[in-house]
Each structure stands twice: as structure tokens, then as C-alpha cells.
């Protein structure tokens, strides 16, 4: 299922959710969804607060509900380190969240990354 069919699916789901009563929490089996997804969407490179406007939750909870879970995604990542940066005339160099830097791309190049993020 695509993750737009998803997030549609979990948001309804979160929605019909019974959660009578004050401070009652949405039931387990719709957070460990909820957190399946946020994970896999995170493999995609979308952000906590994303994944809960997907779904029509607070990204708090989406964190808290990740924490408590055990699927946090705290922690290290596989990263590749390269001695010398790519350095070519007229390369672009594009700045992201949490500390991204890609480097050496040419216009063409950051035109598709910007039509693969939209």
C-alpha cells in the first residue's frame, strides 16, 4: 500500500478511535500503526511533525508514542565519510535539516531532488 493510502487509512482509523473519557489514550494497536508508519516514512526522509499532520496527530504524541514503543529512532545511522569533497565548477552545494550538506550537485541534479521532495 502507498504511503498516501496509508497515512489515509491510519488517519481515519485515529479518528473513529473510542477514546471516551478524559485523558484516555488512543488504543495500542493504532499507535504501534501510527509507528510503523512514522518509521518507514522516517526511511524517507520525513520529519516527525509531517508524518503526525499526515495522520491528524500532534507530533508529541507521534514522538511519545515512538519512545514509549520502543522505536524512538534515536540513535546512529550508517553514514559514509569521504576523504576530499566533490569540487567541480558551477556545482551546487545544498543545505538541509539536522546538519545535511550535499555537495557537487549540478543544477539538473537539484532540480530532481527538488521534484522527488515535492
Known amino acids: 500500500m502507498k504511503?498516501?493510502?496509508q497515512a489515509e487509512v491510519l488517519r481515519a482509523a485515529?479518528?473513529?478511535?473510542?477514546?471516551?473519557?478524559?485523558?484516555?489514550?488512543?488504543p495500542e494497536a493504532l499507535r504501534r500503526a501510527?509507528?510503523?508508519?512514522?518509521r518507514q516514512r522516517r526511511e524517507e526522509g520525513a520529519s516527525?511533525?509531517?508524518?503526525?499532520?499526515?495522520?491528524?496527530v500532534s507530533g508529541?504524541?507521534?514522538s511519545r508514542w515512538s519512545r514509549s514503543l520502543g522505536q524512538a529512532g534515536h540513535g546512529f545511522r550508517a553514514i559514509e565519510l569521504v576523504?576530499?569533497?566533490v569540487r567541480r565548477a558551477?556545482?551546487?552545494?545544498?543545505?538541509?535539516?539536522?546538519?545535511l550538506r550535499i555537495e557537487g550537485?549540478?543544477?539538473?541534479?537539484?532540480?530532481?531532488?527538488?521534484?522527488r521532495l515535492s
Request: proline letters at 5%.
Open 3 to 5: 504511503s498516501e493510502q
Open 14 to 26: 485515529l479518528a473513529k478511535a473510542d477514546r471516551s473519557g478524559a485523558g484516555s489514550p488512543y
Open 34 to 38: 501510527a509507528v510503523d508508519y512514522h
Open 48 to 56: 516527525v511533525c509531517v508524518v503526525a499532520a499526515e495522520l491528524g
Open 60 to 62: 508529541l504524541s507521534l
Open 83 to 85: 576523504a576530499e569533497p
Open 90 to 99: 558551477g556545482a551546487v552545494v545544498v543545505h538541509g535539516p539536522r546538519g
Open 105 to 115: 550537485l549540478t543544477l539538473a541534479d537539484v532540480v530532481e531532488l527538488v521534484e
